[in-house]
């Protein structure tokens, strides 16, 4: 899809977008209530947004734009089923800030996307890899903020990782599947058919997500995971 036909996108998916709206929303405020909560507990009464936090943000999300540009498919999957590594930028966001920048990181890389790359995927690819994301770096940037340890670092990746895999495969299944298959004018049987000559063991919507898509979510966070405990410290002193 070339940008000029990003606005004409919008109108015609006009409901989608509004789904989208609510659904980031929903996710800043979840984050934005757990970073006022740590701040209760802690006593402390600094703004959940400083000036250095909003530069330290844009930095991480210009990186994570760039990043979700470089994508690749596995052979275990269709071809428009690609992972990128831009989880890790906001990983490393949360986990410095907290949860709310981790989340505006997410948000922002696909912003930044659209600007260099558009979408081929009518939106729906690009709410995915936000809403998807946001379940590996919430839930990841929430724990490590109880303890800042690295024992919780690798607990909290691993909560993450578990809980965007569930989320994502479900997701799938019930929206996003018969969502791009609307939008795409794709029949449902013509993707799982993809996934059937890939797999002999997909025949339908529940075994093409739980061999395809819970793969391709394990695999990502996984790597996302392993490479932000490699880089995360040695970062997180330039940070501070």
């Known amino acids: 899809m070339e940008k000029g036909t990003i606005i004409t996108a919008l109108k015609e998916n006009a409901a989608f977008m509004l789904i989208c709206i609510a659904a980031t929303a929903g996710i800043l405020a979840v984050a934005w209530l757990f970073e006022r909560s740590f701040a209760k507990r802690n006593g402390s009464t600094a703004r959940t947004l400083t000036t250095r936090k909003v530069a330290m943000i844009g930095m991480f999300s210009a990186i994570a734009g760039i990043l979700y540009c ?16 831009s989880e890790m930028p906001a990983l490393i966001a949360g986990f410095a800030f907290g949860p709310v920048a981790g989340v505006l990181v997410e948000f922002l890389k696909v912003v930044i996307k659209l600007l260099l790359k558009s979408t081929d995927s009518a939106f729906v690819g690009d709410f995915a890899n936000f809403l998807i994301g946001c379940m590996l770096v ?49 029949p449902l049987d013509q993707i799982i058919a993809m996934g059937t000559a890939i797999n002999p063991a997909v025949r339908d919507l529940g075994t093409f997500v739980l061999f395809t898509v819970a793969p391709i979510n394990i695999i990502k966070g996984t790597l996302v995971s392993v490479l932000t405990m490699l880089v995360y410290k040695k970062i997180s002193r330039v940070i501070k």
């Open 70 to 85: 470089v994508d690749f498919a596995l052979p275990i999957a269709p071809s428009f089923y690609k992972i990128d590594l």
């Open 138 to 186: 919430l839930p990841s940037s929430v724990i490590y903020s109880f303890r800042k340890t690295r024992k919780r670092a690798i607990l909290s990746l691993a909560v993450g990782t578990a809980v965007m895999a569930v989320f994502g495969t479900w997701f799938n299944a019930v929206y996003l599947l018969p969502t791009f298959a609307v939008l795409y004018g794709l």
